[in-house]
């Protein structure tokens, strides 16, 4: 079992449930991107830039793009969506997962800002 495999399950069932979605999720927008520990979180890396990672609380879980200038630009929609945040990183819970539209929005900031030519998209239903 590799460290994020250990760091999924060591987690309560609900936080595992979510993170382990959250994990696939960001493995399916992020294909070519490596899945490392970083800052003693599960992450995930592109050449030498940490683009995504999270995390499991006591209270909450947190989704963190490793930048602390893409959230701040997110505060008036992940306000009215009643999620809590920092400059670092948005907090949700397994009830209350981050939608993917917004966090594909999220990534492509931090993506351009990380200086890497990827755009993600997001689902179209036909």
């Known amino acids: 079992m590799d460290e ?28 070519d991107a490596k899945r490392v520990m970083a800052y003693a979180m599960p992450s995930y890396k592109i050449g030498k830039s940490v683009v995504a990672g999270y995390a499991a609380f006591a209270k909450h879980l947190g989704f963190f793009p490793h930048s602390g200038n893409i959230v701040p630009t997110f505060a008036a929609d992940l306000d009215a969506l009643g999620y809590k945040h920092s400059k670092s990183g948005v907090q949700f819970t ?14 492509n900031d931090r993506l351009r800002e990380a200086g890497h030519d990827i755009t993600l998209e997001t689902k179209r239903t036909p």
């Open 4 to 31: 994020i495999e250990s760091y999924l399950a060591a987690l309560p069932d609900d936080q595992r449930a979510a993170l382990t979605a959250l994990d696939k999720t960001l493995r399916t927008l992020l294909p």
């Open 94 to 107: 397994p009830a209350k997962p981050i939608p993917e539209t917004l966090l594909i929005r999220i990534l």
